[in-house]
Each structure stands twice: as C-alpha cells, then as structure tokens.
C-alpha cells in the first residue's frame, strides 16, 4: 500500500491501524535440510522438522519423519543447507538507523551500510576534504548533517575548524557514538546554543575562555534531535533508511530484532513510523523494548502501561512490547564519556576526566524500584568499570529488596567487566549483552585511552566461564547488525589493524553461536520461544551454505546466508 494513502488512512481511523497477522503454513509441513544445528543436548542428528502453524511439533530423520506424517507437505529447497536456530540481534536502534542510514557517512574505518561498504576516512585531513566536498554538492542552502566521526582517529575537531568549510550554511557533524554533535558557528547560531546552556546541562562544550567549541555531547545532545527533527524526521528520510536497515537484516538471517530504546524520539512518532514501515510482510520479528525516561513522563503509571502494552497478543507485522525497560547509568564508549574509576581516562577528548554519568547513581534506586517491583525485566546501559559498581550495587539492593520467578536484569554494552563486577553478576542471577564491535574498532586504541583496563574490554570468554547468559549484539547502526561477523571478531577478539585483544577472551564456536541464538532469546526473556530449535518452540530458522560448528574461525563471517524461515515462512536472501 502506499505510504502516503497509508498515513492518510491513519488519521481517518483515528490513528489506530489493524494489521492482520500471517501465521506460518496452515498444512502440517516437513522441512528438510542437511542438518539442522539445534543448541538442544538431547535432540540427536537431526536432518527434518514438522511445522505448524509455525511452530516447531516434531523433529528427527526425514525417513522418521515421512512414515509418521504421510499427508504432510514436503519441503525440499534446502537439502543441501544447514538450519541454525534463526538469529538474534537483542540491542538494535530501528528510528535511529534509519535516520543514520538517510545521512552521508564520514567513518573512521570500512564500514558496511544499505548501499555498500563505505571506506573508511584514516586521518583529520581525509575527514575535512570529505566533508568539503560533500558540501560543495549540495545544491541547496540547508543544512548539511554528516555521520561517523571519531575523534580518536579524524582528529580533534571544533567550530572553526567546520566554519572553514562554510560560514553560511550549518553543518551538523554526528560522532560515531551518535551522543556527540560537532557544530559550526552557523549551527550554533541556528539552533541557538548558549553558553550559559553549560549552567543548567551536561554535555556544552567550552573552551578556557568559556566560549562554544562546538561539541554538544550527553544530555545537550538531546536538544538538538527536537530542533532538527524537520531535517531529520521526513518521510522520505526515515522511509529510505528504513529499507536499508531491513535490507541488512535479511542479508545477515536476522530473524529477530530488540529496539532497546522505544519510545526514545517520541512514542508517537515512533509508533506512526512503525505503522507504516513494519509490515506482515518483512522476515524478521521486531520487539521493542521501552525506554524509562519517555515512559515516565508521559504516563502516570508507566509500569502498568508497560505491562499492559506487552500483554498485547503477538501479531506478525505488529511490533511486540517486552515487559522489560531500558534504563542508562553511564555515558558512551566511543565518545570516552562512559564512566571510568579513577585515573580515569589517559588520553583522548576525556583526558584527565572520568566521563559522565547518565543518570547520577544516588538516583538509580528509587528511578528502577517501582519497574522492579512490577515484574519488569531491566536493560541497563552500563559500560565503564565505575558504572558497573553502581549498577550491581542498585541491583543487589533491588534483589534484597524484592524478586519474581524469573525475572532479570541485563547489562547492556558492558565494555568494562572485571572478575568482581562478573562474580557480582553472576550471583545475582544477571545476563550481559556486550557490544560486539569494541574489540574490534578499538581494542588498539583504547590501550592509550583507558590503559591496562583495556584487558576488561567485553571479556566474553569470562562471562561464559561465570555461566552468565553472553549475548552479542551490534547496537545498529554503530555497527552492521551482521550476527555471524559479530560473533566472529569474539571467536578471535581480531583488531581492525589485525591484532589480536587479549587472546585468552576468545569465545569458542559453541558459546558463539549460543551468544546469537538461545543466548540472545534470554537476554529478551524469550528462550521459551525462540533461540533453539525444539518441540514448541516457533519455527525460525537461519539458513547456511556451511555448518558453523564445523567451519574454521577465520570463515566465519563469510558463510553464506542463504534466508531465513519465519514461522514456517521462507524468505530467501538476495542472489539466492
């Protein structure tokens, strides 16, 4: 349907819109593949599967299979592939995606978008004749927003640096971590920064005569979202990068998706845009996950709202509430704001300091209390060693305090973790879902930037030794929501420059296909649905050209997607 009869269709209804769920094949029907990878103990080979309705009834041998469902439909396509329970990504950014994918990207290294790889920009010369040339194209007089700078590879850059490249026209340059801004004087002059904004917020940058460099980072970010949502928040804008990112998923045999922050530009216009660009008809599950501070202050009682926005039934096409909620204690990795113990950070645009927090830790308690309280599983954006402290601390307080069967907290990006912060973790019953690209990106530079902690950075060997349930994910855009290249960099712990970050931290290739299957189904509380193939269990499978379980490491972010099954639905990737 078009989108725009579609949003006109919106209103006319009130703003509600039904969309009508595809289930999977309403015949019982017999998958056949060369093997299927269960991730269940006691499954034995396992070479065909019975669906209906979507849902997994049966499992064995083809021969098995056939003489006990005669009448059954048979499928054939993938005899020579191989299924793996179909794979997770538990901390993606759908609407910011989208809007980072409409935008010309600068970034630091090679970088895999919609339209193809990006080549990355290796120095402050490489960036600036970049972006002078991307503004030398733009016909007209608006705003220019780029995305992808890093400050620890472009080099420090300012207001008059970017006023170099026009004194006219307001250049927006969005950093790699997406909480900083760079503007140039005309920005700053457009939205109207002050310095006296550094009296009431964190995140303005001052030089040391208290004049704007033209960094907003943190809380001052925010306020930049709500004056360029014109720029940022068209249709076309967010309908093209939508498509990409949807088109990521599908070459990667992605079949789930967790938005870990909903409600983050607005439920509103969240939900307006999910309408129109989530369909019944896109192979991958998205659920969301809302984000505290939207909740609680649009609502009297965002617990009971939360829970009642998950208590919805599942419907295809129809994004899912969790009865989770994503909370933030400390700042960004990238960005060097997440919160460090001391001596804090030893070089970069932090130098000297020991980054932000983003929400001060005598408030966490009484702010994650009545959500605890309700049943409701916390996400906890956590990554400095200092954040790790305060995050257990409240978590230890709220266990004592009160706990339901089964619920569970999960830090989230977790780049610092040491043996106290994974012992505390694990004997409070935790998860960690780590951000698979640091190792990767900044395992070298950050030995400079944080020093010896740098042998912390997402020690996932170490969450598996503690039997913490590790998940994986890419925090997309920050990175390609491509799961099996994310568990590869941990099957190596392989640096961009081609080094390897503390060897002893590599996962094997068990743990790493747990860390994006039945892993990432706990992190959502969705193990009893997802993440392994079992009787009763959905049928969503990944389909590969090669056996991950029996290909070599070094390979395995080049095996072939060949689609995905959805509910019993097959969607093959491109090319194939």
Not at 315 to 342: C, H, I, N, W
Request: net charge negative.
């Amino acid at each position: 349907m078009n989108r725009v009869y579609l949003s006109m269709l919106v209103v006319l209804l009130g703003g509600s819109l039904i969309l009508v769920a595809r289930s999977g094949p309403e015949n019982e029907q017999i998958i056949i593949a060369k093997s299927f990878v269960t991730l269940e103990a006691d499954s034995g080979n396992v070479s065909a599967v019975l669906v209906k309705k979507g849902v997994i009834t049966d499992l064995g041998s083809v021969s098995e299979l056939k003489a006990k469902y005669p009448s059954a439909d048979i499928d054939n396509r993938f005899v020579d592939a191989v299924m793996v329970p179909g794979f997770i990504d538990p901390h993606v950014h759908m609407i910011l995606g989208a809007l980072i994918y409409s935008r010309p990207f600068l970034p630091p290294w090679d970088m895999q978008t919609p339209n193809g790889v990006v080549k990355g920009l290796l120095s402050k010369d490489a960036f600036m004749s970049r972006l002078r040339q991307i503004e030398s194209q733009q016909q007209d007089d608006s705003p220019l927003i780029v995305y992808g700078y890093h400050n620890l590879i472009h080099g420090e850059i300012d207001r008059d640096d970017l006023d170099t490249i026009s004194a006219t026209r307001s250049i927006f340059v969005w950093h790699y971590s997406v909480h900083d801004f760079y503007l140039n004087s005309a920005a700053i002059n457009s939205v109207g920064v002050k310095a006296s904004w550094a009296e009431k917020m964190q995140g303005v940058g001052l030089d040391e005569r208290g004049r704007l460099t033209g960094r907003l980072y943190e809380e001052a970010s925010k306020s930049l979202f709500t004056k360029l949502a014109f720029e940022l928040f068209t249709p076309s804008n967010v309908a093209e990068g939508f498509d990409g990112y949807e088109g990521m998923l599908a070459r990667a045999g992605v079949t789930s998706v967790a938005e870990l922050g909903y409600g983050l530009f607005g439920k509103r216009l969240e939900d307006l845009y999910y309408w129109l660009e989530y369909t019944k008809d896109d192979p991958y599950h998205l659920y969301l996950v809302p984000e505290f501070r939207e909740f609680n202050q649009r609502y009297d009682d965002a617990v009971a709202e939360i829970i009642s926005l998950s208590e919805a039934k599942f419907e295809r096409g129809v994004p899912k509430v969790l009865p989770q909620v994503k909370f933030f204690v400390d700042g960004a990795f990238y960005s060097q704001t997440m919160r460090l113990s001391s001596p804090g950070y030893l070089s970069g645009q932090s130098v000297g300091l020991n980054g932000e927090w983003a929400t001060q830790p005598n408030l966490l308690f009484d702010q994650m209390k009545p959500y605890w309280d309700g049943g409701l599983d916390l996400r906890i954006h956590s990554n400095g060693d200092s954040a790790q402290v305060e995050t257990l601390r409240v978590m230890k307080a709220l266990s004592d305090h009160a706990r339901q069967p089964g619920q569970r907290f999960i830090v989230e990006h977790a780049a610092l973790l040491n043996e106290p912060s994974l012992e505390k973790i694990r004997d409070l019953g935790g998860g960690v879902s780590a951000a698979s690209h640091y190792v990767h990106y900044m395992g070298y530079e950050y030995q400079s930037v944080i020093g010896e902690k740098v042998k912390n950075l997402t020690p996932m060997a170490s969450v598996s030794r503690h039997n913490i349930p590790g998940s994986l994910h890419s925090d997309a855009p920050l990175a390609p929501a491509f799961p099996l290249q994310a568990a590869a960099v941990h099957l190596s712990r392989s640096t961009k420059e081609g080094g390897v970050s503390t060897p002893s931290e590599t996962l094997t290739r068990l743990e790493a296909l747990r860390s994006i299957t039945i892993n990432a189904a706990w992190a959502l509380g969705l193990e009893n649905e997802i993440g392994s193939i079992k009787v009763g269990k959905r049928a969503n499978f990944t389909i590969l050209k090669e056996n991950p379980l029996e290909t070599d490491a070094s390979r395995w972010a080049d095996i072939p997607v060949v689609g995905v099954i959805l509910d019993g639905n097959a969607s093959l990737s491109q090319g194939e």
